[in-house]
């Protein structure tokens, strides 16, 4: 019986089975692996000066605005005394900054990639389930209720340290100031605002935050962040969804706007601007940085001499391996013959 049991939980006797089906072992002789390095060394060095010649084509203008030093236009919005405070930074443009222009604000020495920050938010209270409004999750705190036991919507460190610093672009032409459109449209994931995050399906949604208050550092409700676009309200919001996507590294930027329509479609031509910005977002206290970055990008994007130098690097080096194996290979193969 035990034997009759063993032989059914064999495998059948086939090829597959038993593994004996026909297989290809390659021998890497010296005259496949030698021209096999040359051929991927050239390869990596054409893409990586195609990558590095077409990063350096694009434009960057990045200025810092901190206001940490006297001469500085925003050093009188560090003070923490100091409440709505509006800065102008002036500046020049030489040439034209070809379009679609992208606007980016930049933060340094900011640790978003910290595991309990990166934790401290509710997905279902993002997600519109309103159980969660009421009882936000535990991970959320301290932020997930106030002094009054009221709870925060939306909770969490990420959501309650959301950037709020504001801007506007004028073009100066004669001392007349001509406001230069931004489009906050489509600066977020796709699947943020279609799949990730959920505004409660409550009709109008300022009703579905009664009985909840706004995150503490938070100048407004999240129903109230776009009041003239339903679509771009709430927990889909387009620019808290851009503070939500955490970034990897303490030195990063952030899509803010992009400039495409109206006369500045095809770019922001050479002249003098000037840049308003409504300064809310404290960084002293971190030692932190804040900087604007106008940059327009390329078929691999924007501005990265990175990619393409590790390209090229990788194919140099694919190329010097290939000349020691042939000059090695050279060597034994005279001394065999002799």
């Known amino acids: 019986m035990k ?23 390659p021998i890497l002789s010296a005259g496949i692996v030698i021209p096999g390095f040359v051929l991927i060394g050239l390869a990596f060095i054409g893409i ?56 980016y604000y930049g933060l340094s020495n900011y640790f978003q990639n910290y595991r309990n920050y990166g934790a401290s938010k509710d997905d279902n209270q993002l997600y519109g389930d309103l159980t969660f409004f009421q009882s936000p999750s535990s991970t959320c705190s301290p932020y ?38 931004f489009d906050g449209k489509g600066i977020a994931w796709w699947t943020d605002y279609n799949v990730k995050y959920r505004n409660p399906s409550v009709t109008p949604i300022k009703n579905a935050f009664n009985n909840t208050v706004k995150p503490i550092f938070w100048q ?42 109206g006369e500045y479609e095809n770019g922001l031509p050479a002249g003098n601007y000037s840049l308003e910005i409504s300064y809310n977002y404290p960084v002293q206290s971190f030692d932190g940085k804040k900087k604007v970055e106008f940059s327009n990008v390329s078929w691999m994007g924007g501005k990265n001499d990175f990619l393409g130098i590790a390209y090229l690097v990788v194919g140099s080096m694919c190329i010097f391996m290939s000349i020691v194996m042939l000059i090695v290979y050279a060597k034994f193969k005279f001394a065999e013959d002799e």
């Open 3 to 25: 034997q009759d049991q063993k032989s059914t939980n064999r495998p059948d006797n086939t090829a597959f089975t038993q593994q004996r089906l026909p297989a290809w072992q």
């Open 144 to 181: 997930n209720y106030d002094n009054n036991k009221i709870p925060i919507v939306p909770c969490g460190s990420v959501a309650n340290s959301m950037f709020n610093d504001t801007f506007k672009l004028y073009q100066v032409i004669g001392g007349q100031k001509t406001l230069v459109p």
């Open 48 to 103: 990586g000066a195609a990558l590095f010649v077409t990063s350096r084509s694009i434009q960057v203008l990045e200025m810092d605005y901190t206001g940490d030093e006297t001469s500085s236009p925003c050093y009188k919005c560090i003070s923490p005394d100091v409440k709505n405070c509006v800065c102008n930074l002036n500046f020049s443009i030489d040439i034209t900054l070809k379009g679609p222009v992208f606007f």
């Open 220 to 261: 407004k409700y999240a129903y109230e962040l776009d009041l003239s676009d339903s679509t771009n309200n709430g927990f889909i919001n387009q620019d808290f969804l851009v503070w939500m996507r955490r970034a990897a590294l303490p030195d990063f930027k952030k899509l803010y706007r992009r400039i495409a329509s």
